[in-house]
């Protein structure tokens, strides 16, 4: 029974050492280094459109007629004229953090995102890993910003 035992726990182990590393290889996850979450095609924020959070005061998703490189990432959008308006001011409309989870930016991790869980807070786009993510991110939007700007630099490897 020992030996059974001692063979459950060393694949256990063998399985949390695969699983770390794939975590480390695949982009928008924890140990990801870039510094825009983009899927495994380099696509941002799951291919949904930044700008309509603004537009339209909605997620949706893009279209792969409606795309424009930036910060490395393929970004799509619903519109031409959606694409033309962060092309003038990408800043303005591509989510804090690279389109990472802000919660998890905010506790010092880099998470995947769900683009239904997003808030628009003094002109920016924040997502979140979900729907009850966004819950606690509400509980203190400020409060978490000030923590998330503090924890982003390290997390992409730009702090000094």
Avoid at 44 to 66: E, N
Avoid at 120 to 135: A, C, D, H, K, P
Avoid at 137 to 160: C, Q, S, V
Wanted: proline letters at 6%.
């Amino acid at each position: 029974m020992k030996s059974k035992r001692k063979s459950m726990h060393l694949h256990a182990a063998l399985w949390a050492l695969v699983l770390a590393a794939a975590m480390t290889a695949i982009p928008g996850v924890a140990g990801a280094k870039s510094p825009v979450n983009v899927d495994w095609k380099g696509v941002a924020i799951k291919g949904y459109d930044p700008v309509a959070y603004f537009t339209m005061s909605r997620p949706i998703k893009g279209d792969k007629d409606h795309v424009l490189t930036w910060m490395g990432a393929t970004w799509r959008f619903g519109s031409p004229e959606n694409r033309e308006q962060f092309e003038k001011d990408p800043e303005k409309y591509a989510p804090r953090y690279g389109g990472y989870c802000a919660y998890g930016v905010a506790n010092n991790y880099l998470v995947k995102i769900d683009p239904e869980a997003w808030t628009v807070y003094e002109g920016r786009l924040y997502l979140n890993y979900s729907l009850q993510v966004r819950e606690q991110w509400k509980e203190d939007i400020p409060g978490h910003i000030r923590k998330a700007d503090a924890n982003w630099p390290g997390l992409i490897g730009t702090a000094k």
